[in-house]
């Protein structure tokens, strides 16, 4: 069936760098959305993508639709403390992915 | 603007019982959706209600079933509960209307099940 791949599974990072995380598929979708998920807490739209290539920004996040509309990445700058979470990419309603796992480094 | 709410907060019931949660969708959405969320695992569907019909399923068994109202609120009820149905429970609220289908969650129903 169709998923979702994400990489990292997690990863360790210093406060000050930049993150990047991918998400994958082996089908075609047409909408990729990045959510962000404290531990205990529902899920926080982040970014919303649309158009094969599309480029978006969210203050200190970045999110691109890849042009085979198979795969999308994050990007986050300056990572920051309360970046800690579980960062998900979706297309919704039926399919989430694993889950990029992000811990930093004070 | 009142987001996505959802209630009980946490639940604890014990084998074969039935459970219900409820959820009132963001102002102005339509289209309520809810979620399983395992600890440490992704959200997995379950099934979508629109104009008050099941519209979406997800692959989870007839035990879990839901009911959608004309203000737009839903619930979610488990029948028989199992061990394994211990979870997050999320619901998530979406407008079909508009072009664009961004979901927005509420906080969820922490369900554990003795």
């Known amino acids: 069936g169709q998923q979702l791949n994400q990489s990292p599974q997690s990863m360790f990072i210093q406060e000050g760098e930049d993150v990047s995380m991918n998400c994958t598929s082996s089908?075609?979708?047409?909408?990729w959305l990045w959510y962000k998920q404290d531990p205990g807490e529902g899920p926080v739209l982040l970014i919303a993508l649309y158009k094969a290539g599309e480029l978006t920004s969210n203050g200190r996040l970045t999110a691109q639709f890849g042009i085979t509309r198979k795969d999308s990445f994050l990007n986050i700058s300056a990572s920051i403390p309360s970046d800690v979470g579980i960062y998900f990419c979706a297309s919704p309603p039926r399919i989430f992915g694993t889950g990029t796992r992000l811990k930093v480094l004070a | 603007d009142a987001g996505v709410t959802q209630s009980p907060t946490h639940l604890i019931k014990t084998r074969g019982q039935q459970v219900t949660l409820r959820c009132s969708p963001k102002?102005?959405?339509?289209?309520v959706s809810w979620y399983q969320q395992a600890l440490g695992q992704g959200p997995q569907f379950i099934f979508q209600y629109y104009e008050e019909e099941e519209r979406q399923r997800g692959n989870f068994p007839d035990r879990f079933s839901g009911h959608q109202f004309p203000n737009y609120s839903s619930e979610l009820n488990v029948n028989a509960l199992l061990l394994g149905d211990s979870a997050l429970y999320l619901c998530?609220?979406?407008?079909?209307?508009?072009?664009?289908?961004?979901?927005?969650f509420g906080p969820g129903t922490r369900l554990t099940v003795l």
């Open positions: 089908s075609i979708f047409n909408t």
């Open positions: 102002s102005g959405h339509d289209t």
């Open positions: 998530a609220s979406s407008f079909v209307g508009g072009v664009y289908n961004e979901q927005f």
